[in-house]
């Protein structure tokens, strides 16, 4: 199979994956030309070593959604991104985070107050697509009535990135949602608030500021970074729970298992599954001579199933320990938000187990994957329980 085709949206993608392991664990496809990398220690190094596989992927003049990513921390190779990110750390410190945990929790509350009753209802439409664009709006101070706006900029920014973020893509949108920031921007800048535009307009580093293109940059990566995936977690978690007999129940009996429950579901069905970098230099993947220049894929979702990494591998371990999935991937772009999808989807897991007893699948779930090959989701998760 063609891991670029449709077919590649499989929800079990995990026996292909583990087919291209043992067979050919750096591959190229002679279509694009593009290379994959499948294998544990393969994709940590294609994910880290900075200086020989760069984010650069647009290079000089990407095009589409590309340019929105252009001077984004995802796409700079240090020492710029470095500062950039250092820059943007000020903004999004693990104290800051954590004092989102009441908001989040209410948010969690009300989404759930409205479906309580019912017995039966789409988790994804009602819980786990809306919580996080609700809590990354309100960190970024975007008004309450542009939340559906937003969310829908963010699907299909999402959705032009199947191809990598350098990828074509709808122009409109995005001249769309630069307008939409760079109003905001100018907004802050006259009447500064609390929010996080605010703070990294303020930021500085050796005396510098973020640059206009770089604010727009960090602020629509937040856009397409913080909600899908943190979705997709949280999702996956339910998915994961549901499918593996007995879990459910055991985390319920023993809630201090929810966050290591959820590091299992971030490498059992991690909710990004590949990311993209080109070679500087050549250079040799296992037994493979990559020339410079070409573009690599590096599947996160295979690393994480890796048998020379994990034992048992394909089984859902909630004791499993150590557990180094590279989910939010690894090296100076380890994921920023990491803390914040890990709170969130702590607390709006723990908040389901309370709220809805009995959660389970609805017996007639036809589970079917978003269709992308670098996010993992569900297009909906249809469950019933019993209502109070
Ligand atoms: C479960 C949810 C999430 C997953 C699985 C995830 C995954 C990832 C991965 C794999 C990377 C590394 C990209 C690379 O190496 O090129 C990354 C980077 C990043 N993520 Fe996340 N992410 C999640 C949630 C979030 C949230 C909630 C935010 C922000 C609110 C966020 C913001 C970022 C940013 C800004 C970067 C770029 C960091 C850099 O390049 O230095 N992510 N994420």
């Known amino acids: 199979m063609d891991v670029t085709q449709p077919g590649a949206y499989a929800l079990d ?50 095009s589409g959604s590309g340019q929105l990513f252009a001077a984004s921390l995802i796409t700079t190779d240090p020492p710029r991104h470095r500062q950039l990110r250092s820059l943007v750390t000020q903004a999004f410190t693990p104290k800051a985070v ?38 990354i709006s309100e960190l970024m101070g975007i008004p309450a009535e542009d939340r559906e706006r937003f969310k829908q ?35 802050r800048r006259s009447r500064p608030g609390e929010d996080l535009i605010s703070t990294l307009l303020a930021a500085e580093i050796d005396g510098q500021k973020l640059t206009v293109p770089e604010l727009l940059g960090f602020c629509s990566l937040l856009l397409v970074a913080g909600n899908e995936t943190t979705t997709n977690l949280i999702g996956n978690a339910v998915f994961c729970l549901a499918e593996s007999p007995g879990t459910l129940e055991r985390v319920l009996e023993e809630p201090d298992l929810l966050p290591q429950t ?19 230099a050549e250079t040799f993947l296992g037994d493979q001579r990559i020339p410079a220049g070409a573009p690599i894929v590096a599947w996160i979702g295979s690393a994480n199933r890796d048998e020379q990494q994990f034992q048992r591998p394909a089984e859902f371990d909630v004791d499993r320990s150590p557990n180094r999935h590279l989910a939010f991937g690894h090296g100076v772009h380890f994921c920023l938000g990491a803390p914040l999808a890990r709170l969130e989807a702590r607390i709006a897991l723990e908040a389901l187990l309370a709220r809805l007893p009995g959660l389970s699948l609805a017996p007639e779930a036809q589970l079917e994957r978003m269709e992308s090959t670098i996010v993992y989701g569900l297009k909906a998760l249809p469950v019933r329980w019993q209502p109070a």
């Open 13 to 62: 993608p995990f026996p292909h994956y583990e087919r291209m392991r043992a067979t050919a664990a750096v591959f190229q496809d002679d279509r694009s030309g593009s290379w994959h990398v499948f294998r544990y220690d393969d994709v940590q190094r294609v994910l880290s070593e900075h200086a020989t596989f760069s984010s650069r992927m647009g290079g000089d003049n990407p």
């Open 98 to 135: 954590d004092a989102l945990a009441p908001r989040i929790a209410e948010l969690t509350d009300e989404l759930l107050e409205g479906i309580a009753a019912r017995g039966s209802a789409d988790l994804i439409k009602e819980l786990a697509y809306p919580l996080p664009v609700i809590v």
């Open 153 to 187: 900029w963010s699907d299909v920014i999402v959705s032009q990135t199947q191809s990598g973020p350098a990828g074509g893509g709808d122009d409109a949108t995005a001249a769309e949602m630069i307008g939409y920031f760079l109003a905001l921007i100018d907004q």
């Open 262 to 280: 959820l590091e299992e579901v971030l490498r059992f069905r991690s909710p990004v599954q590949s990311m993209y970098r080109v070679s500087v």
